[in-house]
């Protein structure tokens, strides 16, 4: 196991100051998760939501809670994973069984662990599209601790982009500034 514990992470949300707005989950509400994933949730992310709170911690938007928990714009763990699957195959996609978006960063951006396998490596969702991170869960928390920026282009291997667009409202033309995956 890499270095990070839930108590580091525990120790990290304390000091920061914030008020944890969702106290933890039960070893139920964590379970019947589980139940409607279909697997288990890692287990560094399963203390964390016993023994610190049902999500809204963390980077960006803050970790996803399960029943009861924090719910992104797309709903709790279980909703938004069934919402990806949905998403994916109205698209003609399939959704990587066991990729589990977990922490939001608002604009339909999205980290998600693959629970599929030990390490626990973490993909980043963006524009319809997930790819794999070089760095795992354990790795992903540590860097967040550390105060990395967890979206930067270096370590998301992104590239910014000014296309120019017309706003539908004003009909002018105007530069906005999007990320896209490097190919």
């Not at 608002?106 to 790819?131: R, T």
Request: neutral net charge; charged residues 25%.
């Amino acid at each position: 196991m890499d270095g990070v514990t839930h108590f580091k992470i525990r120790d990290y949300v304390i000091h920061q100051g914030k008020p944890l707005r969702f106290p933890p989950a039960s070893e139920g509400d964590v379970e019947d998760t589980e139940r409607e994933l279909g697997f288990s949730i890692p287990t560094l992310l399963k203390c964390c939501y016993l023994k610190i709170g049902n999500g809204g911690f963390g980077p960006g938007y803050g970790i996803i809670g399960v029943k009861g928990g924090r719910a992104s714009d797309h709903g709790t763990l279980a909703e938004i994973y069934r919402l990806f699957q949905h998403d994916q195959a109205a698209e003609g996609k399939e959704w990587k069984a066991g990729l589990l978006p977990f922490c939001s960063w608002a604009c339909n951006i999205f980290s998600c662990v693959d629970c599929s396998e030990p390490k626990h490596v973490v993909h980043l969702y963006e524009a319809g599209e997930a790819w794999s991170q070089n760095y795992t869960l354990y790795q992903f928390f540590e860097m967040w601790i550390a105060g990395v920026d967890l979206l930067s282009t270096e370590l998301t291997n992104t590239e910014l982009v000014e296309p120019e667009i017309i706003n539908p409202f004003t009909r002018k033309k105007y530069r906005v500034t999007a990320r896209r995956r490097k190919k």
